[in-house]
């Protein structure tokens, strides 16, 4: 057997012919953030290479791994690797593939997302790919979405592809109950100033937690873990924010886990209930040797000072190559002052659209989960990330408002 895999090693590898890993302690390969279908992927490419060496596609086909970059883009933009360095290429020459992809699998996904015979972007990758894959596992039905990705047949393909949706509209409803449950856990508990904060619930889906922890650390600015409780039992997942290295977290709590395992931004485990309170300490005293006594705060770091006529399509052609954006590789943040507020509106409940204007240019900007701000109004200075898109064949600006002050 040989086992290929990206997380951090635990202390005592298992048996195997070999364990393929770029984190493995001794190795020279260079690029140790691989996804771990990139790690496949090489492992296929070393392993094409010696057939070919030893003269065996003088007698059979030699394959083209080209055709398995739909995959390796998909996974590694699911596994929320960093998007830098192979991972990054991997990606950007994958996505093209993905798009012109006619695997029966990933069509009738595609199709299911609303995607097929579009371009597709990272962005779609992770958010209307991705999830729809990662629910049938969340579920404990890994099977169904391995079964769609090696069909062959695009009538059974689409009816895979729509029982993964179905699932996953499932999760998004488990995702919001224990959402909700986690944050009156933090009010009853008064957890508000806690550095790293650890809740648990009786019958929590187990599938769902990862998801939930992200958006909790991304919303509130510090890792969480969270548990499933059963019997006295806890099974937990966590995700960690930049500065805090969650797996070396766990490891300074070995003791009290009963196993863990996972990398730097997230990672799994299993925990007496007796032991939250152990866990919740333990945490903390890691945050504060890797961190320091103080909470992180959350910081937005500007890139640079632009007017709104600078977003045209030769800036577009520039940001394009920056592409595919993501962990370790993120958007660039725009400042620009002396804008005008002329209008704003809600959309879809949580949001706030506004039109901007500067020397006689306009533009639309979104705001997401701001609405409490309408209306908005006057002189601004706003922070914010570019998009773009083309309607009837042009290329049309717009702002993602990340945060603005009165000018």
């Known amino acids: 057997m040989i086992v290929t895999d990206h997380h951090e090693l635990p202390p005592e590898l298992p048996p195997a012919l070999a364990v393929v890993n770029p984190k493995r302690g001794g190795e020279d390969?260079?690029?140790?953030?691989?996804?771990?279908?990139?790690?496949?992927?090489l492992l296929a490419s070393g392993v094409r290479a010696n057939l070919r060496e030893s003269g065996w596609f003088k007698r059979h086909p030699e394959?083209?791994?080209?055709f398995y970059l739909d995959l390796v883009a998909l996974g590694t933009a699911a596994d929320v690797a960093p998007m830098v360095g192979e991972n990054r290429i991997l990606v950007r020459q994958g996505l093209k593939v993905l798009e012109e992809s006619r695997r029966p699998g990933l069509v009738a996904l595609k199709e299911v997302a609303g995607l097929e015979g579009k371009p597709i972007s990272y962005r779609d990758a992770v958010f209307r790919l991705a999830p729809r894959l990662n629910a049938a596992g969340r579920l404990g039905q890994a099977r169904g979405a391995l079964e769609l990705l090696l069909s062959r047949d695009l009538a059974q393909a689409r009816i895979q592809a729509r029982h993964l949706s179905d699932l996953n509209r499932q999760c998004q409803s488990l995702e919001?109950?224990?959402?909700?449950?986690?944050?009156?856990?933090?009010?009853?508990?008064?957890?508000?100033?806690?550095?790293?904060?650890?809740?648990?619930?009786?019958g929590w889906h187990p599938g769902v937690l990862g998801i939930v922890a992200a958006r909790l650390a991304e919303a509130c600015h510090r890792p969480v873990a969270l548990v499933s409780l059963e019997e006295g039992r806890g099974r937990g997942s966590a995700r960690s924010v930049e500065g805090f290295h969650l797996f070396r977290g766990l490891a300074a709590c070995r003791e009290i886990l009963s196993r863990f395992g996972g990398h730097q931004a997230a990672a799994g485990f299993e925990v007496q209930a007796a032991d939250l309170e152990a866990l919740q300490e333990g945490l903390e005293q890691a945050f504060d040797?890797?961190?320091?006594?103080?909470?992180?705060?959350?910081?937005?770091?500007?890139?640079?000072?632009?007017?709104l006529e600078d977003l045209d399509a030769h800036f577009y052609q520039h940001l394009e190559r920056?592409?595919?954006?993501?962990?370790?590789?993120?958007?660039?943040?725009?400042?620009c002052a002396g804008v005008e507020c002329l209008t704003s509106r809600i959309v879809g409940e949580r949001h706030l659209?506004?039109?901007?204007?500067?020397?006689?240019?306009?533009?639309?900007?979104?705001?997401?989960?701001?609405?409490?701000?309408?209306?908005?109004?006057?002189?601004?200075?706003?922070?914010?990330?570019?998009?773009?898109?083309?309607?009837?064949?042009?290329?049309?600006?717009?702002?993602?408002l990340l945060d603005w002050t009165r000018a």
Request: hydrophobic share 45%.
């Open 63 to 66: 394959p083209n791994l080209r």
């Open 353 to 400: 659209k506004v039109q901007l204007a500067q020397n006689g240019c306009l533009m639309e900007a979104i705001a997401f989960d701001m609405a409490a701000a309408h209306p908005l109004g006057g002189s601004l200075e706003v922070a914010f990330s570019p998009r773009f898109s083309f309607f009837q064949g042009r290329l049309r600006p717009e702002l993602q």
């Open 289 to 307: 040797q890797q961190v320091g006594p103080e909470p992180l705060k959350p910081t937005l770091k500007v890139d640079a000072k632009v007017l």
């Open 322 to 335: 920056l592409r595919p954006f993501g962990p370790g590789n993120p958007e660039p943040v725009l400042a």
């Open 176 to 202: 919001e109950k224990v959402m909700r449950q986690a944050l009156d856990l933090v009010g009853q508990q008064d957890l508000g100033d806690r550095r790293v904060w650890v809740l648990a619930g009786e």
């Open 29 to 41: 390969y260079p690029f140790a953030d691989l996804a771990g279908v990139g790690v496949a992927l």
